[in-house]
């Protein structure tokens, strides 16, 4: 199964580097729900998150050569773009007057929405399998990848050491990586 996994990541490699629209719209179709679903927790606005979702595929276009698969997967890198433009965004000042200006109807739906319930990002499957960690480590991957923290930001949260932090993200990712392949 591994060996099918890598041949899938070389054959959207390819499709990364050709610079070719339609391979790169095989891309989009592939990864795109995942990456919105990623934005929206950070984010929590439909439109902006599919705007910041179009800036994450150009960032991805325009910086394909800048990959490295020896420092990561394919999903990895674009998972990394698409979460660090959303915490860029969440923490500019448009971010910030955005997010204090809020609509009056964006507010009312909040308390109507289910809170148990994330955009259709987890076709991966990764939610289930993050939901299979340890509470403490769950709770630091959901603030990191899923809220948008920072590791110091989530140690004062947590009122954790820094270091036990990234100890149990390392850990979390680690047994993630196990368990996708």
Same mark, same amino acid.
């Given at each position: 199964?591994?060996?099918?996994?890598? *041949?899938?990541?070389?054959?959207?490699?390819?499709? &990364? &580097?050709? $610079?070719?629209?339609?391979?790169?719209?095989?891309?989009?179709? %592939?990864?795109?729900?995942?990456?919105?679903?990623?934005?929206?927790?950070?984010?929590?606005?439909?439109?902006?998150?599919?705007?910041?979702?179009?800036?994450?595929?150009?960032?991805?276009?325009?910086?394909? %050569? %800048?990959? *490295?698969?020896?420092?990561?997967?394919?999903?990895?890198?674009?998972?990394?773009?698409?979460?660090?433009?959303?915490? +860029?965004?969440?923490?500019?000042?448009?971010?910030?007057?955005?997010?204090?200006?809020?609509?009056? *109807?964006? /507010?009312?739906?909040?308390?109507?929405?289910?809170?148990?319930?994330?955009?259709?990002?987890?076709?991966?499957?990764?939610? $289930? &399998?993050?939901?299979?960690? $340890?509470? +403490?480590?769950?709770?630091?991957? +959901?603030?990191?990848?899923?809220?948008?923290?920072?590791?110091?930001?989530?140690?004062?949260?947590?009122?954790?050491?820094?270091?036990?932090?990234?100890?149990? /993200?390392?850990?979390?990712?680690?047994? &993630?990586?196990?368990?996708?392949?």
């Amino acid at each position: 199964m591994q060996t099918k996994n890598l *041949d899938k990541e070389s054959v959207f490699v390819d499709h &990364l &580097l050709s $610079k070719d629209e339609k391979r790169f719209g095989i891309i989009y179709d %592939s990864f795109s729900r995942a990456l919105y679903g990623v934005i929206h927790k950070i984010v929590t606005n439909d439109e902006l998150a599919e705007d910041i979702l179009q800036e994450v595929f150009i960032k991805i276009w325009n910086n394909a %050569s %800048s990959y *490295d698969s020896k420092k990561a997967r394919l999903f990895t890198w674009m998972l990394n773009v698409a979460r660090n433009s959303a915490i +860029d965004y969440v923490r500019s000042k448009q971010g910030q007057v955005d997010k204090k200006n809020q609509p009056y *109807d964006t /507010c009312n739906n909040i308390l109507e929405r289910p809170t148990n319930l994330s955009p259709n990002h987890d076709h991966i499957g990764l939610k $289930k &399998l993050v939901d299979n960690l $340890k509470p +403490d480590q769950k709770e630091i991957i +959901d603030l990191a990848f899923f809220e948008g923290y920072t590791h110091p930001e989530i140690a004062e949260k947590l009122q954790i050491p820094l270091g036990t932090v990234k100890t149990k /993200c390392r850990t979390a990712i680690g047994i &993630l990586r196990k368990s996708i392949f």
